[in-house]
Structures are given as structure tokens and as C-alpha cells.
DNA sequence: CTTGGCACTCGAGTGAGTAGAGTGCTAATA
DNA sequence: TATTAGCACTCTACTCACTCGAGTGCCAAG
């Protein structure tokens, strides 16, 4: 059977309409929307057509029908409109932005809470680096007696350093030294290349201050590692509950246990190669417990070698055009602000992390 | 009228009961139990003088009774047995602390997500400091071309950085000057006295590096304002999905979300000055929203002027005795843990944040 | 003081009956 | 040929009356 541009345009209306009332459609609501010329009857063999199709599914007998999976995915791809923000809508995301954005300290949690307000849905937010990281120079600073203070500045132009007690007394020369030999051999290294040959070598070069090796290299290793790791944030949980879906306890544990658990750590992975905003539609969704819900995701630029992703996730009855238009400029706002000159300090301010 | 030892065992045990089962309990119930050498109709009795001294209430008239808050406070401080952790209990305890302690990444977040799952129920977690911060020392370090490198270290031990760039070259006398007056003038002062006054002595003082200055202040008021404030993380909201108190969507719905927007956030106010296990039953919160919930919380220490405090939230039918068990021992184990001599790298790993 | 007995209350669960929304099919219509 | 009106049919959600049983309070006997 042929899809007919009929057809599509009463798919999309009942989608529109199951989105908005998230009751089954029937054949009598969707004849007396304004631009639809046809009398139910009509409509009524589209709709079993549709059904046959695979793009509509009937919860009983004598309900209206409910869009499936693959009807989403064709509204999602297709059908639905343009959703233009409102004035109002991107002045707040502004907003929000701004104010929350003043300290950076918690990064992720934030972006995902206000992605969270801004959709109503639990909201990821992720952070990744797509380069690997290396040590640019390192800096040795006496502090007191007995420790020092090593300091290092990273090839993300982030500065990171740790305070070293020390066992023995160390003289200023041989610090510098240990400094000398540090930069020469330890830098421009990604921490995969740390080799205990390496480390070997540096402790024979290093004279007095070879004990203090190991202890560098742990950190220097633990460091990149960490700044190499993604970093990320699900806020909002429970305004799952706000959906008429999750009126039952017991699906909305289910759901929500497993977002706790870190369902959408695999997230990243899906959007790795992809670009623009991507829509899951329910069984497209990896994890077993998502099966019903869909998942909306986007990326954005935060500068620094550091890809950032912010998604949502909700019932798969939910408002992608309006869900994805939000994200889209969350999305665009948020790479805008952390590449605004005057906020360059801000990735740096994160070298406190 | 008198609250006699044979009224307590009886409250006691319909305590017990009711938060074994969540169920009203009536006479017979209680009359049946082993070591209870009465009938239902002399129960009968002493619940209705309970009732009316409100230690119990009555959902409905032919319901069975319920503990009242007074009742469960009662139960609280004198009736609840000594709830004896297993050896099993323990040591799952240990281990997971063992075990997830390793990175101290998201220190606060780890140890709530850990209490949450050994309680079954909500936590929160929270580290603030006792005394104020200063800065004890400063170091000012020329990483390349147009940029330096601001290190302070805290009272605290701790040390933070900065990365700050040029406007203007700086000639090395200038910032070797600029670090000697830093030290001269800007250590061991608190947030709240870093005045206007202060900070235009400093910039007359220093030279060509007076450019920097507001920079530099700025940067220290806002670590130490950071070093202060308390770090705060609550997990496992989801939880509370598996009483049965919270089978209603709305119920659930309104104290998850006022979980969410950080009604607990007064806790740690609460146990200032309080020592011990603190528990909180009910009207006793001072969030409306929790006022059919209970919080019990405990200290623990950190080490370095580091003060922290773990908590749970549950219904006010919660097992008392065991939750407070299981948080005094895992308040005790991090307490160990965090003053263990090899572990005493943690707070230090924790400058980098 | 304790206990058995008894009438009473009230919620939870059951089952029949009804209203109404929606369908599929057929025959009439443009 | 495509559309529509009409109609019988299906199925759910809701209501209402009813029963069952757990639990109570009170009284009188032990």
C-alpha cells in the first residue's frame, strides 16, 4: 500500500493531537480539525489503512488509535512542523544561562538541570574531550619545609598541581634539576605512553629528587586520565513523573532506577559520529528499560578540545518538535557562551577541578 | 494518665509491626505475639489510652492504629531495641567503601550514593568546614609568552591555581615584587576582609603588576568563598519508590521533587551543634513538604577542618533502629578511613577540585 | 484488673448494569 | 471511483448496591 500525502498528513495530525491530550485518537477528533475536509468515515479508513501500515497501533477494540514506534520515527523524520521558539522562550534559555553560568563548578550538573527546566524531562549533559592530553610544562615550588608543590599546565591550557609531602629534606638545586628533567622527558606525553621504562630513565636522571618520581608520574597519569574521561550529569529525574505515562509506580520506578543506575552512559557513544540533534524513538533505545520512552539529543561546542552533549529523555509520546527545537538552541547558546572571548576564563576557572 | 512499662511494650510492639508490615495494627495482632501474655480485649484497652494520649491514631474507625509522631518519637528515644549490625552488614559496608573510595572524583556524591545503598533510602551527604579559610602562601610562576600561573596554598593545605593572562609582558622583577607583596599583605585574611581599602594598598604597592591585582582578589575571594561553602550531594531519590507510603504518584511526586530542589539543603544547620545520631520525625522537619518524612543523620570527620554529615530520609514508618545503626557505623567507617594515615593523600587529591 | 462476648462501623472488594466512544462494514451518493 | 452516511457491534470506564471481614468500644462476667 502507498503512503499517500493524505495518509501522512492524518498521521501527523494524530500524532500532534496524541502529544498534546496523550489520549488514543479517534476517526470524529481528527475529521473536525479545521483543515481537514473529510468526514470521519474517511478518516476512519485511513486510519485502519495506517494501522495496517504498522504506523498506527490500537489499544483495544473500541479505543482510538495511538502512533507506534515506526510512526514516530516517520513523524520524527517527516512529518512534524517547525517548532519556532518563542521570544519568550529563548530569552529565558538566555537568561538561565547567563546566571547560572557565573561559576563554573559543578559544569555538567548544571547544564543538565537547566536543560532539565527547560524541557521539563531528565536531561543529560556530558562532557568529553576529543583530543588526548598531555603535560606542557611542569613547574616544582617549594612550600614550607617539608613538601613542595608540583604544578603542571596541560596541553588544554588548564592548570593542575598537588601538594607533596616530602620524607627527606630536598635542596633548591636539586628541585631544579628534578624540574629540569621533568620538563624534558614528561612533556608532550599522553598518559598511555607512561611506561616504567621511562620512568626508570627519569629516576636515574633526577639525582636527589628520584624519590619523588613515582608520586609525579602517579599523578601526571591519574590527571590526563581524568581529564581524558567523560564527565557527566543527569538531572531532572522526576519530572518523569509529570507525564501521564508514569502514573503507575511502577513503571516509573522501573524507569527511573535505571537512569539512576546509568543507563545513558552509552549515550555519548551514539552520538560520537553524529551531528545535528538526533532523535531515539523507544526501541531504538539501547537499554532494555528504555524501551518505552525516546531519547532527544544534541551536541555543542564547549571550546578547549572538549565536546559537550546535552540530551533528554521522556516518553516516547512526547513533543519532539518543540523538545528538539529547545535543545537545538540550548545547545547553539551554550556553544556561543563558552566561545565569547570575555568568558574565555571560563574552561580555565575549571583548572581548579 | 500514666504511661506505665506495660503501655510502652505495647506501643513498642505496634511500632515494631507497623514498620515491618505498613500495615494499621490491630489488638489481636499485638495479642498474638509471642511474649505477649494478654488477650485482644485488654490490648484493646491500652491502645485506646495510647490513642487518646497520642502516641496512636486512628486511620479509620475500624481500622487498626497507627504511631502518631509523637509515638514514633517516643519509640525513638526509648522504646526501639539496639538494632546489631551483622558481620555481613559490616563488611559490605567496608568493602563498598574500600572500594569506591579509591578516586576521590565526586567525593561527596560517592559517599551519598554509598549511604543510600546501604540504607535503601535517600541520602545526603554533605562536607563543610569548620573554620575559616586564608591563604597561607603565594606563588607566581611565568608559563610562557603572555600568561602566568597564580598558586596559593590554603590554611587548609590545599592548593589552587589559577591561570591568568597578560594583558600587558610583565618583566620577572615585577612579578617577583608583585608576589612579595601579595605575601606581605593578602595572607591570613578571610573572604570577609579582602576590603576595597586593602586591595588599593596592594595595587599602590605593587608596582607594574598592580594590573593583576584585581584579578588576583577576585580569583581568592571566590576559592575561599568555595572552600567554605558547603559541599552538598543528595542520592538515590529513587528509593523512595519502594515504600509503600509513596505508591500515590502525587505523594512520591511532591516530596521528590522538593528532595530535588534541595529542601535539605538546611540539614547540616540542624546538626551544627548537635552531636550524635539526630533524628528528626516528621512535623519535626522544617520543610513542609517533608512533613510525613523522617530524616536521621549523623557526623563524621574528615580531617583537615573538614566536617561532614550523612543523612537519609525515609517515611516516618522506618525502621528506626537499623537505619540509625547502619549510618553510625558507615559514619564511623569514613571517619577511619579518612584519618587513616596512607589515605591521608585524599584531602590533598581534593585541592585539585 | 482481665477477659469473653457482642453489636457496630467502615473500607475493600465484587458483580451487574449503563453510557459512550470508537470501530468496521455496507450501501448510497457525488 | 472516491467519499460519506448509517448502523450494528465491541469494549472500557464508571456507578451503585451489596457483602465480607477486620477491628473497635463497651459491658458484664470471671
Not at 613538601?147 to 596541560?154: C, E
Not at 559520529?273 to 539501547?286: M, Q, R
Request: net charge negative; glycine share 6%.
Amino acid at each position: 500500500m502507498e503512503l499517500t500525502e493524505r495518509k501522512k498528513k492524518v498521521l501527523r495530525c494524530i500524532v500532534d493531537l496524541y502529544i498534546r491530550t496523550a489520549e488514543p485518537v479517534g476517526s470524529k477528533a481528527i475529521a473536525q480539525l479545521p483543515d481537514m475536509n473529510y468526514s470521519p468515515a474517511t478518516i476512519r479508513n485511513e486510519m485502519a489503512d495506517l494501522t495496517s501500515m504498522g504506523y498506527l497501533e490500537q489499544p483495544h477494540t473500541s479505543a482510538g488509535r495511538v502512533p507506534s514506534a515506526a510512526g514516530y520515527r516517520l513523524y520524527v523524520d517527516e512529518l512534524m512542523a517547525d517548532y519556532r521558539l518563542s521570544l519568550d522562550e529563548t530569552q529565558s534559555i538566555n537568561d538561565a544561562i547567563e546566571e547560572k553560568m557565573q561559576r563554573v563548578d559543578k559544569l555538567m550538573e548544571k547544564v543538565a538541570r537547566l536543560v532539565s527546566q527547560a524541557t521539563d524531562l531528565p536531561a543529560i549533559s556530558v562532557a568529553s574531550r576529543s583530543a588526548s592530553v598531555t603535560v606542557k610544562r611542569f613547574d616544582l615550588i617549594k612550600a614550607g619545609e617539608g613538601s613542595i608543590i608540583l604544578v603542571a599546565m596541560l596541553s588544554t591550557e588548564e592548570v593542575v598541581n598537588k601538594l607533596i609531602k616530602l620524607p627527606v629534606a630536598i635542596e633548591e638545586t636539586d628541585l631544579k634539576l628534578l624540574g629540569a628533567v621533568l620538563n624534558a622527558t614528561m612533556t608532550q606525553i599522553c598518559a598511555d605512553e607512561f611506561t616504567p621504562n621511562l620512568m626508570e630513565r627519569v629516576m636515574n636522571s633526577a639525582g636527589m629528587g628520584a624519590s619523588l618520581v613515582p608520586v609525579v608520574v602517579e599523578f601526571v597519569i591519574d590527571t590526563l586520565r581524568r581529564q581524558e574521561s567523560a564527565n557527566m550529569a543527569v538531572a531532572g529525574h522526576v519530572r518523569l513523573l509529570e507525564q501521564p505515562e508514569y502514573q503507575s509506580i511502577d513503571k516509573a520506578q522501573r524507569v527511573l532506577s535505571s537512569l539512576d543506575e546509568g543507563a545513558l552512559s552509552n549515550l555519548p557513544a551514539v552520538m560520537q559520529n553524529a551531528s545535528g540533534t538526533k532523535v531515539l524513538v523507544g526501541p531504538e533505545n539501547i537499554t532494555e528499560e528504555l524501551k518505552d520512552t525516546s531519547v532527544v539529543m544534541t551536541k555543542f561546542d564547549i571550546g578547549d578540545g572538549l565536546q559537550g552533549m546535552i540530551g533528554v529523555v521522556g516518553p516516547t509520546r512526547m513533543d519532539y518538535a518543540k523538545v528538539t527545537a529547545r535543545l537545538s538552541y540550548f545547545a547553539e547558546s551554550l556553544s556561543k557562551m563558552f566561545n565569547k572571548p570575555e568568558q574565555a576564563q571560563l574552561p580555565t576557572a575549571e583548572a581548579e577541578e
